[in-house]
T-cell receptor, first 114, second 113 residues
């Protein structure tokens, strides 16, 4: 069975603060994908990143960075110098390598105040 | 390159009615999945279609059904609507199975009254 836990329901920060969104997952598969999606108020899920289970290198994309630690089954997402436009609900998700059955966490609502 | 298109964007139906939602995937994508999003249950997987065949199914009653056409377009149908079916229904497409993630549409917001 697959499960994704995002323990932080809501986070509120002031612009320019750094913020980390936590994601912990469970799976019996040895190979899998992990994802982060952003959902702005418009409702569409916007793809941010995909990692596969055998690539534990951290990744940085502009103000975004991701820390994948297989030993702790965690895939955390950090936004550096947050901006008001970062306000959204962020979802972590997991899927097996062999199909597209994605399981999402409950999401973390991030509010960035000016 | 056009994204995933879902129609209609908004829908209001009465309890007991049925509804059909449509999804056009990205050109060339053969896998289409549907998700239901509600405040209480979050994002829940409904089903996945690949090459006109249902490949995976989530834990939803038989009132929820879907199909995929030869051009990869997909429809989902909900019969005998209940108030609890009010939700945002998201469609997503992927090149194939195990492709590593989806591109999502903007969703259809269904309200059952």
């Amino acid at each position: 069975a697959q499960k994704v836990t995002q323990a932080q329901t809501e986070i509120s920060v002031v612009e320019k603060e750094d913020v980390t969104l936590d994601c912990v997952y469970e799976t019996r598969d040895t190979t899998y994908y992990l994802f982060w999606y952003k959902q702005p108020p418009s409702g569409e899920l916007v793809f941010l990143i995909r990692r596969n289970s055998f690539d534990e290198q951290n990744e940085i994309s502009g103000r975004y960075s991701w820390n994948f630690q297989k030993s702790t089954s965690s895939f955390n997402f950090t936004i550096t110098a947050s901006q008001v436009v970062d306000s959204a609900v962020y979802f972590c998700a997991l899927s097996p390598y062999y199909n597209n059955d994605m399981r999402f966490g409950a999401g973390t609502r991030l509010t960035v105040k000016p | 390159k056009a994204g995933v298109t879902q129609t209609p964007r908004y829908l209001i139906k009465t309890r007991g009615q049925q509804v059909t939602l449509s999804c056009s995937p990205i050109s060339g994508h053969r896998s289409v999945s549907w998700y239901q999003q509600t405040p209480g249950q979050g994002l829940q997987f409904l089903f996945e279609y690949f090459s006109e065949t249902q490949r995976n199914k989530g834990n939803f009653p038989g009132r929820f059904s879907g199909r995929q056409f030869s051009n990869s377009r997909s429809e989902m149908n909900v019969s005998t609507l209940e108030l609890g079916d009010s939700a945002l229904y998201l469609c997503a497409s992927s090149p194939g199975q195990g492709s590593g993630g989806y591109t999502f549409g903007s969703g259809t917001r269904l309200t059952v009254v």
